[in-house]
């Protein structure tokens, strides 16, 4: 299987979730789908520790430090236009 990305693996977690909190698979059916969850859940996870790393070095400093910026936020007047 080859990577999966990460709005898959969510796409698939919530789906999980939702047949789980149903409660109307049988026992070995409900830990086979718990077993994906998990995977799935792990995958999200790595996925989003791997953004985090990515926008730290990407917001870092020439001497090496963070830096915060705030993205532009547009005013509702202009989008309105």
């Known amino acids: 299987m080859g990577q999966i990305k990460f709005e898959k693996a969510m796409q698939r977690l919530e789906q ?3 047949d789980l909190e ?3 698979l049988d026992i ?3 830990l086979e789908i718990f077993e994906e969850g998990i995977k ?9 520790s ?7 070095k990407l ?6 430090e963070l830096v ?5 936020v547009e005013d509702e007047d202009d989008t309105k236009n």
């Open 16 to 18: 999980i979730v939702e």
């Open 22 to 24: 149903k409660g109307e």
């Open 50 to 56: 791997e953004a985090e790393a990515k926008i730290e």
């Open 59 to 64: 917001t870092q400093n020439q001497s090496g």
């Open 68 to 72: 915060t910026e705030l993205f532009p």
């Open 28 to 30: 070995d059916k409900s």
């Open 40 to 48: 799935m859940s792990r995958v999200c996870s790595k996925k989003l």
